[in-house]
Each structure stands twice: as C-alpha cells, then as structure tokens.
C-alpha cells in the first residue's frame, strides 16, 4: 500500500504533506510542552508565512509574466517556519515579512532563463542575517521531532531516488567530523537539524544535481564546505544555509541548463488511449535522445499529484520540434486532462534536459533495449535520432505490451532495422512477462550488451533484479511514475 500511495503522488506533493505533518506535530509537541516554544507561535508564523509567501508569489508572477504555483510557494514558507524562530509574529512582523518576500523574489530575480539558482529558503534566511541580523534557529531540530523527520525524509528519498546526493553528504560529514578529531558518539549521528537539512533542501531538485555523479559531487562539496566554515569562523552559525547556497552555486556551473518555455502546437493519438502532444521551443533547445524534462503547468483544481511532472522527451533533435507521448485514461489526473484541453498557442515551462539514460559514445557497443508500454518513448526518441543521422548500432529492443493495439511507433521501430535495430514485440498476455528464459532466447549474447530498462517502476525493478541474476553487467533504468502495469 506504501509502494502505491508513492507511485501516485508527486515528490512536491509528498513534501507538502510530510512538512505540513512536521509542522502540526510540533505545534502538538509546543502544546503538550514536551517542546520549549509557544505553540501559538509556531502556529500563528506558519499561517503568516503561507499567506506571505504565496501572495508574494502570486504578485511577482503577474510582473514577470508567469504562471503561480501555490505548492512551491507553501512549501518554501513551511519550511521557513520550521527553521526561523519560532517568533511572537506581530513583535517580528518585519523580519517574517522579508524573509517570506525574498523567498519568493529569490525565484524570479535571482534565475535564469526562468530557472532559480539558489534554494529560496537558504538564500532568505541568509539575506536576513545581512540586512536584519537574524537567521535560521533551525529549531525543528529535536530529538523530539527527529522520528517524524526521520519518517517524512525517508519517504521524500525513496520518492527522489537521490540516495547518491544524501550518501555523499553524509559520508564526507561524518568523515570530516572523524578527521577533526571531534568526539564521535550516536548523538553525532542523530542531529536533527542536519537530518532535516539533508532530507528536505539539500535534495531540492530545481537547484541540485540531476545526473548521480555530479549528485555525488554535489552532496560532498555541500558538505565540505559546512565543515571547513566551522574551522575557518569560529563560532559562525549559519553554515547549513551557507553551504547549500556555495553548493547552488555549484551546480550553476556542473548543469547550466535552465528552465525553458514551449509554446503548445497540437496533438495526436498514436495508438488507442496514447497521445503525442507537439512543442515549439521558445528558445535555443539541445538535449540528448533519452533525457527527460520536468513539466510545469499550473491548472485548475490539480488533484493530489500536482502541477508538475517528469516525461521523457520522446522526439529526436532532428526533427526541430518538442513531443512528449503518455497514455491518458478516461479518468486520468488533472494534469494530463489539463493538456488534452491546451488550446493552440499556450504555454508552459519545463526545466533543461535531464538524466543519463542515454546511448554510449561507442557506436560499436552492443545494446539491448527493454520496453514496457509508454516506457518505449525514449527509445523512439534514440532510433527516430539515428535514423536521421543514418547511425548504425548492434541494438536489439525487447517492447512488452498487453495487447497488440497498444504497441506504439511500430512503423519507425520496423524501418529502424536499417541501421541495425531488431525489434521483438512481446505480447504479454500470450508469451507472459519478459523473464530469464525469453532473454536467453531473443538475446542469446546477453551477457556482452548493456541493457536499457524503461517502463513502469515495478516492471523496471523486476527486470534489473532478474538481469542482475544472470549476471548482466551493464543495466541502465529509466522509469515512468504513476504507473503501475
């Protein structure tokens, strides 16, 4: 049940409810005194700042043409509640009215090309210790909150996937603080607000790291630099903040991709049930075949899943033009009924390409391609891509559907053997789902071929646990969130 109520709901969404969680637990906490604050603070700052942040928000978007999110903009004042103060709000109106107006500005005057550089959180607190002399208390950091921290973070990562980031922050905080000499005991692992720091704005993904190796750089660097700010200034408390925005800075350089706008063209059906939806980029736009994007696209009433979404891009670069291709139920989530209502000439926002499911440098590597329903989109994006530039590789693509009217792309896959690609539909409710047996037959030369696995999530799990099992040693995984067959 766990496994489905993540594969439903978005990481924004998933952060709102776990920091709105954190918050009504320490006004509990604050009322039942088991917490040194006034409850009435904590709960009076968080309600100010929600309606600061979110009209703020709501102004700066009409000035720079933009459309609102009211899930970001909530999301950024809970946590800027849970790390200032507590404050009595009216005595500290000013210094509440700032932070959560910067914030907000940070996001729109403080970016590029529509795209944030810093963590709107860190940047805030940091700018009211220069102009207010008041920063982060990080308050929420308890050994009466950590378990909540703990549980909220913990779903937050599993959602994010960014284990590589959070490990490597750790790994190089804990060593640092081993290499200082410092005494190391089971406190030193259990410091609330560092738990609350790495679990909840470090794996921010509008200012982090898409790709795992510069996740790792990322997180270190983070770390690094929290570490030696305490030796350099003595005594200096606001290194949290501080790192988290050097580290912004950071991934500014490691990914200078920034937000982009597309204006919606038209749409189509490929198969039953299965639309390509067609973008005209606004700007200069390059990407490699198998990056994806993070769709922005505010609308009416959005349902527990949000205004955001991961898709692959499933065009090639030749072909001038932006698609994303997705199945779309008859009750299907708000947001995709928000796209198959776009009028001609709308726009929405999407950041750069991301991700590294994409082919070798190698042309003579040989490849085997595993598709499941709608998980076939970055491949066509790959073979409509070397197909315009008649680029030959060794590519054999295992497309697993339910029924033959659901294969998508079938005429590009077929002319697609012309540059070495050789396509095997599996019909799963005929041959069963692909399994050890089916992969020795199809792909006899399996153990030489790197694998590519894109599908829904529990699909792509099942097939790395079984290429695992027979020693396959090159698996790359690409999954599509919120489905479940």
């Given at each position: ?123 805030a607190v940091l700018l009211s210790v220069i102009f207010l002399n008041i920063g982060a208390s990080w308050w929420i950091g308890s050994k009466f909150t950590l378990p909540l921290i703990i549980l909220g973070g913990v779903l937050v990562l599993a959602k994010t996937k960014r284990y590589e980031l959070v ?30 720091f790495v679990l909840v704005m470090l794996v921010e993904p509008l200012t982090s790291p898409a790709t795992k190796n510069r996740q790792i750089i990322f997180g270190a660097v983070v770390a690094a630099v929290y570490f030696l700010l305490q030796k350099i200034i003595p005594g200096y408390n606001y290194g ?246």
């Amino acid at each position: 049940m766990l496994g489905r109520f993540l594969n439903q709901i978005t990481m924004y969404r998933l952060m709102l409810y776990f920091l709105l969680g954190l918050w009504v637990g320490a006004v509990v906490l604050a009322f039942t005194e088991v917490l040194p604050y006034n409850f009435l603070d904590i709960l009076l700052t968080g309600v100010y700042l929600v309606g600061v942040c979110n009209l703020a928000n709501y102004l700066l978007a009409k000035v720079f043409k933009a459309r609102t999110n009211l899930e970001s903009a909530s999301i950024t004042a809970l946590i800027l509640t849970l790390i200032v103060g507590p404050l009595a709000v009216w005595e500290n109106i000013i210094v509440l009215t700032f932070i959560g107006v910067f914030a907000m500005a940070a996001k729109y005057i403080l970016a590029i090309r529509k795209k944030h550089i810093f963590n709107p959180a860190a940047s805030a607190v940091l700018l009211s210790v220069i102009f207010l002399n008041i920063g982060a208390s990080w308050w929420i950091g308890s050994k009466f909150t950590l378990p909540l921290i703990i549980l909220g973070g913990v779903l937050v990562l599993a959602k994010t996937k960014r284990y590589e980031l959070v490990g490597s922050f750790l790994v190089v905080y804990f060593f640092t603080l081993i290499l200082s000499g410092g005494r190391v005991s089971i406190d030193s692992f259990t410091v609330p607000a560092i738990w609350f720091f790495v679990l909840v704005m470090l794996v921010e993904p509008l200012t982090s790291p898409a790709t795992k190796n510069r996740q790792i750089i990322f997180g270190a660097v983070v770390a690094a630099v929290y570490f030696l700010l305490q030796k350099i200034i003595p005594g200096y408390n606001y290194g949290l903040e501080t790192s988290l925005v050097v580290g912004n800075l950071l991934n500014l350089a490691l990914s200078p991709a920034f937000n982009m706008v597309l204006v919606f063209k038209k749409k189509e059906e490929v198969v039953q049930n299965i639309w390509q939806f067609y973008f005209e980029p606004m700007s200069k736009f390059e990407f490699t075949p198998g990056q994806y994007l993070e769709w922005t696209y505010p609308h009416k009433n959005p349902d527990s899943r949000g205004v955001r979404r991961y898709f692959t891009i499933s065009s090639a670069p030749e072909e001038g033009h932006v698609t994303v291709t997705m199945r779309v139920a008859e009750k299907g989530s708000s947001f995709k009924s928000a796209l198959m209502n776009m009028n001609g000439g709308e726009e929405l926002t999407t950041s750069g390409p991301q991700g590294d499911f994409v082919l070798p440098e190698d042309k003579s590597i040989p490849i085997a391609f595993i598709a499941g329903g709608i998980g076939v989109t970055p491949f066509r994006s790959m073979v409509k891509s070397m197909l315009s530039q008649d680029e030959k590789r060794d590519i054999m693509l295992l497309y697993a559907n339910s029924a033959e009217g659901d294969i998508a792309f079938r005429d590009l896959f077929e002319k697609a053997k012309d540059v070495g690609v050789k396509t095997f539909y599996i019909d799963t409710k005929k041959e069963g789902h692909i399994d050890e047996p089916m992969i020795e037959e199809k792909v006899p030369d399996y153990k030489k071929r790197v694998f590519f696995v894109s599908g829904p999530e529990p699909m792509v799990e099942a097939i790395k646990k079984m290429l695992s099992g027979i020693n396959v040693g090159k698996i790359k995984t690409d999954f599509f969130p919120g489905y479940t067959e």
